[in-house]
C-alpha cells in the first residue's frame, strides 16, 4: 500500500491583476512532495507572475496560497528559507569562483560553515567539477553554469526548488543531464516546480498544468492529456489548446 505524499503547495482561486489587466485569474492547484510538476504556458500566459507569488516575491490580489505549509500573505520569510529558486536569467555570479559561489549562497541560506564546505564538496564531485572549484564563473561554459546553477538553488535541501525555464540556451545532451538532475532531486524529497518552452521536457513531468491567458486550460499527465486531446505529442496538446483559445476570440 502506498503512502499518499503530501501536499507542499496548495493554491485556491489565485488572482493578480495590475490595475484593470488580470494576469492570474482564479487559478486551483495542487503540488505533492517529491513530485515534479511542469507549469506551461506560451508567454505572457501568467507563469513567472505565478512563480513569484509562489516564491513570497509578490502578494496576490487574492486567494488562499499555502508553500511549504506558509502562508504567502504572512509568512514569506519562512517561504524563502524553505525554498530554492533558479531563475531563467544566469542566477550566479561570474565574477565570483566556483567555491565562492557555493560559500556565498550557502551563507544566504543559513547554513554553517562545515555544512556549506561539505555540500560544495557533494556537488563538485557530483558534477565532476572538483578540478574548477577555484576559476571564475565566467570561464565555466554555459552548460556546467547551468548545472552549478541548480546545484547552489538545492545546497540547503529545500522542500520546494522553483526552476523557471532552466534549460534555455543548453545542447539536447546537456538538457537530459539536467533533467537526470531533476529526477534525483525529486528522489531525495524535493518538490521540483519547472516551467520550461521546450514541449518534449513537458513530457518528463509527473503532471503537467497548461496556462493560457492567465488561467489553467489543462492540468492532469501527460499520458492523460495526450489522450484527452487526442494527441502523440506534448506539443500537440499545447497547440489545441492554443488555437482552441484563438477562436473563442
Known amino acids: 500500500m502506498t503512502t499518499e505524499r503530501p501536499n507542499v503547495i496548495e493554491v485556491k482561486n489565485l488572482v493578480k491583476k495590475f490595475g484593470n489587466f488580470v494576469a492570474n485569474d482564479h487559478l486551483t492547484f495542487e503540488v505533492k512532495q517529491g513530485e515534479i510538476f511542469g507549469f506551461l504556458g506560451a508567454n505572457g500566459a501568467g507563469k ?6 509562489l516564491c513570497g516575491l509578490q502578494s496576490p490580489t487574492s486567494g488562499e496560497i499555502k508553500v511549504a505549509g506558509y502562508d ?47 555540500r560544495t564538496k557533494y556537488f563538485l564531485e557530483k558534477l565532476e567539477l572538483t ?49 537526470e538532475m531533476i529526477y534525483e532531486a525529486a528522489n531525495e524529497g524535493i518538490t521540483v516546480f519547472v516551467t520550461t518552452h521546450y514541449m518534449d521536457e513537458a513530457e518528463y513531468c509527473e503532471r503537467v498544468s497548461i496556462m493560457v491567458d492567465g488561467r489553467i486550460e489543462a492540468l492532469d499527465t501527460p499520458a492523460m ?14 497547440i489545441r489548446l492554443a488555437r482552441a483559445q484563438s477562436a473563442e476570440q
Open 131 to 179: 578540478g574548477a572549484a577555484n576559476k571564475i564563473l565566467k570561464e565555466i561554459p554555459l552548460g556546467w553554469k547551468q548545472k552549478l546553477a541548480f546545484s547552489v538553488a538545492i545546497l540547503h535541501h529545500p522542500k520546494i526548488v522553483f526552476l523557471d525555464e532552466p534549460t534555455g540556451g543548453v545542447d539536447p545532451v546537456t538538457r537530459r543531464q539536467f533533467w
Open 225 to 238: 492529456l495526450k489522450q484527452k486531446y487526442g494527441a502523440n505529442s506534448m506539443n500537440e496538446v499545447f
Open 72 to 118: 504567502v500573505y504572512h509568512q514569506t520569510n519562512l517561504i524563502k528559507r524553505n525554498i530554492g529558486y533558479m531563475s531563467q536569467k544566469f542566477s550566479l555570479y561570474e565574477d565570483l569562483t566556483v567555491s565562492q559561489n557555493f560559500e556565498f549562497y550557502g551563507g544566504i541560506y543559513g547554513l554553517s560553515r562545515k555544512q556549506i564546505k561539505e
Open 48 to 53: 513567472t507572475t505565478a512563480i513569484k507569488i
